[in-house]
């Protein structure tokens, strides 16, 4: 399975972005897809996870309500809407596919990762 991000940038604060992750190859063996970021200086942390079937999203607590997952299942891709950003969402954005069985919480449960996109948000 292949995974690849694409949208990241620049944005000032209060600014929106949308992340797209696409999934290639073998894609009907994986449960699910979920975001994660790192900042410089810190460790990779869960932000975001959606399920292809039916759909259920999960969120860490600071990004309710500003960010949005959702997924189209025909185009094997997922979609981080980021509204209300801050500064301190400036990260490299990683998209991984998880397969059956995992939970979708924890970076170590995914078994495919795309390169990573830089989101910068200015003050």
């Known amino acids: 399975v292949e995974v690849v991000e694409s949208g990241g940038g620049l944005v000032q604060t209060g600014g929106s972005l949308r992340l797209s992750c696409a999934a290639s190859?073998?894609?009907?063996?994986?449960?699910?897809m979920g975001w994660f970021r790192q900042a410089p200086g810190r460790e990779r942390e869960f932000v975001a996870a959606?399920?292809?079937?039916?759909?259920?999203?999960y969120y860490a607590d600071s990004v309710k309500g500003r960010f949005t997952l959702t997924r189209d299942n025909a185009k094997n891709t997922v979609y981080l809407q980021m509204n209300s950003l801050k500064p301190e969402d400036t990260a490299v954005y990683y998209c991984?596919?998880?397969?059956?069985?995992?939970?979708?919480?924890?970076?170590?449960?995914?078994?495919?990762w795309g390169q990573g996109t830089q989101v910068t948000v200015s003050s």
């Open positions: 991984a596919a998880a397969e059956y069985g995992s939970s979708l919480l924890t970076e170590y449960e995914y078994n495919y």
């Open positions: 190859g073998r894609t009907v063996s994986t449960d699910g």
């Open positions: 959606i399920t292809w079937s039916g759909g259920h999203t």
